[in-house]
């Protein structure tokens, strides 16, 4: 695959091998003199990518101060010591480097920086922010569209949720398949099983759509080639550009065009797992999603025919389930609860939680004790 730009909902996509060195020139294009760079544990470091974006930040005399250590199920604690750090050395520009946990954690932070109240106020729908810093994007892992979508998920105490805001669409957002050749393999198959999710749970829904059906059957056989592929041949970048290119596309906000806001029951559920067990978001999804068709298969079976006839080329609805489980099993994602990581002594408070802001689910509405059904479904 070439290398290309897109220009997407206001963010300048730059995709393909060897992109990364754009970077200090787009942080420059946006104004960005002091920057708060945003990095999780250690992979950066590892494998030598922190050292490229330090040097460019120079090479462009561009101010840096760091924050490090976002951990995965990214938590408050740390959005407020980065809030800290932007008003105390006025910051004017975020640059996040990594993956979902560490650009949803940027965003709230470019939206703290310019707000005197709690960010936690955005995620509990409270308010909106008013304003953000300008925010750029160096990924490293394909998965959550987090680069040039709105959406932010944040933990603080044993709650998980999202928000989102136009504020918070990174300015730019690099997509170097270079940077993802360091990626374990578990993290590479979680990545793969949640844009898979996202492309689902925008393709069930009840409206009539044939375009975005087509499209997105489409996008769902090419995720599969391409988590197959990475199976085999981890340092293909043909390969790693593919994937980054679905992870982007499967949440950009396209697939949700005309689509009356699909049925994010999965997530809305798997937030509140890994809330209270902080498991890989990837790895709770493998769970939910094939219990979830098996139950709402019972209410409301049509959309689900036609994804296992166009997708898997099943023709009924036990057959397509097996397929999907099997598809995440061969990437060694688990999709039973099969050890303690999800207790069904906590079924009744992720459905108490999942449902806080009221019933979920636009293919198919649940309610508390849907919820706990379907968590009985993913006991093996
Ligand atoms: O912390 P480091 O050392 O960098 O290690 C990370 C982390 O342990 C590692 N990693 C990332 N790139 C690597 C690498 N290791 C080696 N080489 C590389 N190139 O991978 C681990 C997981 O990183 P994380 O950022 O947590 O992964 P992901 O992108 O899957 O993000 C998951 C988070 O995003 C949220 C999830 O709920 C979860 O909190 N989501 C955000 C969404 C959004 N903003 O639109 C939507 C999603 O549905 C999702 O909810
Ligand atoms: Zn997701």
Not at 100 to 120: E, P, T
Not at 160 to 182: C, Q, V
Request: net charge neutral; glycine share 10%; charged share 25%.
């Amino acid at each position: 695959m070439k290398n290309f730009k897109i220009t997407q909902d206001g963010t300048e996509i730059y995709l393909g091998d060897g992109e990364t060195k754009r970077m200090g020139e787009l942080v420059k294009k946006y104004k960005g003199k002091k920057v708060l760079l945003v990095y999780g544990k250690e992979s950066i470091k590892k494998n030598g990518l922190y050292e490229k974006i330090v040097f460019q930040l120079k090479e462009n005399s561009i101010e840096h101060f760091d924050l490090s250590g976002v951990k995965p199920n990214p938590i408050l604690e740390k959005v407020e010591e980065g809030i800290e750090i932007c008003k105390r050395e006025r910051i004017d520009f975020i640059l996040a480097v990594g993956g979902g946990s560490v650009i949803d954690s940027a965003k709230a932070i470019a939206g703290g920086a310019l707000d005197s109240g709690s960010v936690w106020d955005y995620y509990q729908q409270l308010r909106a922010p008013k304003e953000a810093l300008p925010l750029g994007v160096v990924l490293t892992i394909p998965a959550t569209g987090s680069e040039s979508n709105p959406y932010t998920v944040l933990s603080y105490k044993d709650e998980k949720r999202g928000t989102g805001s136009p504020h918070f669409i990174p300015k730019f957002a690099i997509l170097d398949p270079e940077n993802t050749l360091t990626l374990p393999s578990n993290q590479t198959a979680f990545g793969v099983v949640d844009m898979f999710l996202h492309i689902c749970e925008q393709y069930f829904h009840n409206e009539y759509t044939p375009i975005q059906d087509g499209i997105s059957e489409g996008l769902l056989r090419g995720v599969i080639e391409i988590g197959k592929g990475l199976l085999q041949s981890p340092n293909d970048k043909n390969l790693r550009a593919a994937s980054l290119w679905a992870g982007n596309i499967a949440l950009s906000g396209f697939l949700a065009k005309g689509v009356n806001g699909g049925d994010w029951s999965s997530h809305s559920i798997e937030h509140e797992i890994s809330a209270i067990n902080d498991i890989a978001h990837g790895a709770g999804l493998a769970v939910i999603f094939p219990a979830w068709l098996e139950y709402v298969s019972k209410k409301n079976p049509k959309k689900i025919e036609q994804f296992g006839k166009y997708v898997f080329e099943m023709d009924s609805i036990e057959s397509t389930i097996k397929a999907v489980r099997d598809f995440f099993e061969s990437l060694s994602v688990s999709t039973f609860i099969t050890d303690n990581s999800i207790k069904i002594s906590d079924f009744d408070k992720i459905a108490t939680q999942a449902t806080k802001f009221g019933d979920i689910g636009g293919y198919v509405k649940l309610k508390k004790d849907d919820i706990k059904e379907i968590l009985k479904i993913a006991i093996k």
